[in-house]
């Protein structure tokens, strides 16, 4: 069994930072990735980055490229995701995923309870 715990989400002004952490636990976890998914009310989730738990390879979402860094730190197995210039738009709830997976972006059956992030314009 893998929990995921996200922290780190809150209310920001437009053209501000956050970061959000999350920090898995399980005995039999062993992710390949981990990533950020995003839903924005009335929208389906979205997948905005996600990263290799070895080598630490990384893709984004072409919306949050050069905005949002994902990163990880394997001790403690907790996954970061830095948020710079943030607009209105990125108002949503963030859930942090893992998966056993790298090789597809659509394949994530671990999911943190999400964070609320507001960005005031």
């Known amino acids: 069994q893998v929990q995921l715990a996200e922290s780190g989400g809150g209310l920001v002004q437009a053209g501000g930072s956050l970061r959000l952490s999350c920090t898995a636990s399980?005995?039999?976890?062993?992710?390949?990735?981990m990533g950020w998914f995003l839903q924005a009310p009335g929208k389906e989730r979205e997948l905005v980055a996600r990263i290799r738990w070895s080598g630490g390879e990384t893709s984004y979402a072409d919306s949050v490229k050069n905005r949002f860094t994902i990163s990880r730190q394997k001790v403690g197995n907790t996954v970061y995701l830095q948020m710079n210039s943030l607009k209105a738009e990125d108002t949503a709830v963030y859930f942090c995923?893992?998966?056993?997976?790298?090789?597809?972006?659509?394949?994530?059956?671990?999911w943190g309870p999400g964070t609320q992030v507001t960005v005031s314009s």
């Open positions: 995923v893992a998966s056993s997976i790298w090789s597809s972006s659509s394949h994530w059956p671990h």
């Open positions: 399980g005995r039999t976890f062993s992710p390949n990735a």
